[in-house]
């Protein structure tokens, strides 16, 4: 039990170490959280944008810069998270491939991922939270922050995901971009026409996008928003397993990988001896000439 704990505190420390590296994204949580939803509150008219909720059933009529500030504040943290975790899966595929042909648990390695995901998702979205309520106060800042939680956990699984499948770094920044851009667009009644479409209801923040708007204008309570969710966090967590067990996979032959070490082994094992094949002119001696 103390190896298995050792082995995730270890591969957690490393997956919060590259996280502490990437500079570029500390910068991006301190400055573009705060640059994008400020910039949505005070250019959009505060004219009211009828609408119906659905995840409580209200016809609400919130003010169209408060509603864009929390489309806003959703489309930094989905974009932030799967920056990140796009950023450390893919400059550190290589060192996880070691590892894992190595004879680290790929479990472990998984589990830490998960847990780096879960503090990164939790940070930023305390942060944009207390963004927002700095400009007008949500009726139910800790759902916004639980919604705001599970979109980040939804992009940082795809994220991992991009990172594993994709060949370039641009093809995955492009990839979490779009995303996130055509994700949340489409659920912004002040952006498009067509929030009562049903196929909105499969875009992959519907549950976050129901869950802060009700945070922000309603009494109502919706954990099965929460729980839509978290369904499609599963669903992306899934598609970053498939795609780590690819990319950490082994493509040494057969023969190469019977000679691996075992998990805690500190040695590999002695190759078998080859009985020399017997010579033309009879069984070789056992003897050595003088």
């Known amino acids: 039990m103390r190896a298995h704990l050792?082995?995730?505190?270890?591969?957690?420390?490393?997956?919060?170490?590259?996280?502490?590296?990437?500079?570029?994204?500390?910068?991006?949580v301190v400055v573009f959280i705060p640059l994008w939803t400020t910039l949505a509150y005070l250019s959009v008219p505060d004219t009211p944008a009828p609408l119906r909720l659905r995840a409580t059933g209200e016809t609400l009529a919130p003010p169209g810069n408060e509603l864009t500030e929390i489309s806003g504040a959703l489309n930094a943290v989905t974009l932030i998270t799967g920056f990140m975790m796009f950023a450390a899966t893919f400059s550190g595929s290589r060192?996880?491939?070691?590892?894992?042909?190595?004879?680290?648990?790929?479990?472990?390695l998984v589990l830490a991922?998960?847990?780096?995901?879960?503090?990164?998702s939790a940070a930023v979205a305390a942060y944009a939270t207390a963004v927002t309520c700095l400009a007008w106060t949500p009726r139910q800042p800790l759902l916004l922050a639980a919604a705001l939680f599970c979109a980040g956990l939804t992009y940082g699984a795809l994220g991992v995901g991009f990172g594993s499948v994709l060949r370039r770094e641009v093809e995955g920044m492009f990839a979490i971009?779009?995303?996130?851009?055509?994700?949340?667009?489409?659920?912004?009644?002040?952006?498009?026409?067509g929030v009562d479409n049903p196929v909105v209801r499969f875009l992959p923040?519907?549950?976050?996008?129901?869950?802060?708007?009700?945070?922000?204008?309603?009494?109502?309570?919706?954990?099965?928003?929460?729980v839509i969710q978290l369904a499609w966090f599963s669903v992306a967590a899934l598609i970053a397993l498939?795609?780590?067990?690819?990319?950490?996979?082994?493509?040494?032959?057969?023969?190469?990988?019977?000679?691996?070490?075992?998990?805690?082994?500190?040695?590999?094992?002695?190759?078998p001896r080859r009985t020399p094949a017997p010579s033309a002119s009879g069984p070789a001696s056992d003897t050595t000439a003088p």
């Open 95 to 108: 060192f996880d491939r070691r590892l894992a042909m190595a004879g680290y648990p790929r479990t472990h």
């Open 6 to 28: 050792s082995w995730f505190a270890t591969a957690t420390r490393f997956a919060l170490v590259e996280h502490g590296r990437n500079r570029f994204a500390l910068v991006l």
């Open 113 to 120: 991922k998960v847990t780096a995901l879960a503090l990164v």
């Open 177 to 193: 971009v779009m995303t996130s851009i055509i994700d949340l667009a489409l659920q912004n009644p002040i952006l498009s026409s």
């Open 242 to 271: 498939v795609g780590f067990r690819r990319s950490t996979r082994s493509t040494l032959p057969a023969t190469a990988q019977a000679l691996a070490p075992e998990p805690g082994s500190d040695s590999f094992p002695t190759p």
């Open 205 to 226: 923040s519907y549950g976050a996008m129901q869950a802060g708007t009700a945070a922000g204008f309603s009494a109502g309570a919706v954990p099965g928003h929460l």
